[in-house]
């Protein structure tokens, strides 16, 4: 194998964190606050370990083998992901989700803007967040090609 | 500061998905009147076995849309849930899909053609685009489906 086999690669690393949150938005009733957002709505919040999976698009590094150093992405994603979310109050804590419902579509588009600018070797290619094993969202640029 | 419900939503360049995964349990024989017995067998070994067999099929469902500045949401779950309820699980969970289900009467009820009619019997969904139907068959076999396009992302 060498660099004459050309193409992207695509990797993926996955991390995990815990949270709380709740679905409440001032503009609308309590009583329509209750008919959306259910037991979700639960003033005191409540909790999910999130699992997240990093998917970083590029070709190798005709010397290191590397989309980019896993070391680094790891680094990124402590820094700017486990340090602001995890084993935070979302609603409360984490100052780019102000303003917003911390559903699983709103966090996933809030660690891509996160992720994107930081990522400088290979690019962010998608993000997934499981909130539970049957729930998700993903984020990605659109018209992305096919992975 | 958040919004009532009907603001326009964030354009971004950014596209999000919603997935969810379902559950139900069916049997199923593969089978097909255009081949002879002994080239059914040939090609379909034991999934051939005249008394079918079962799997617990896993689904998995993905949605887009523009996400309501409101709730947060591409389409609230509840709502979700209830239409992949009334037309996917109601339907097939429990059931012969050979027997049970009309479009099995004259296909093969192989996990592909069954990404296929599930996609079918969503696609209608009101509340937000059906991008991709996934369907894990046993933990080693998945099959995804998305259309008339390529699958994405």
Redesign the interface.
Known sequence: MDGKIKGMVYLTRKIEFSASHL?H????SDEENRR???KCNNPHGHGHNYTLEV?VEGEPDPVTGMVLDLKELKTILEREIMERMDHRFLNYEVQELK????????I??VV?KLLEPKITQGRL??V?LYES??????????????? | ?????GEPPVN???????????RFAASHRLHTEKLSEEENFRVFGKCNNPYGHGHNYVVEI?VSGP?D??????V???ELDQFVEREVLEPLDHKSLNEDVQAFRTTVPTTENLCKEIYRRLKEFPLAKVERVRIEETCNNAFEYAGSR????
């Open positions: 679905y938005n001032p503009a609308l959306i957002f259910g998917t303003g917003q419902i911390p559903t699983c579509e709103n996933a588009r891509w290619h998608k997934r094993a049957d729930i998700f969202a993903e984020c990605y640029q659109n018209g992305a090609n096919r992975q | 500061m958040l919004p009532k419900r971004d360049g950014l596209k999000v998905v919603l997935g969810r995964r379902y993905h996400v500045l409101a709730t947060g949401m591409i609230n779950l509840a390529n699958c994405g992302p």
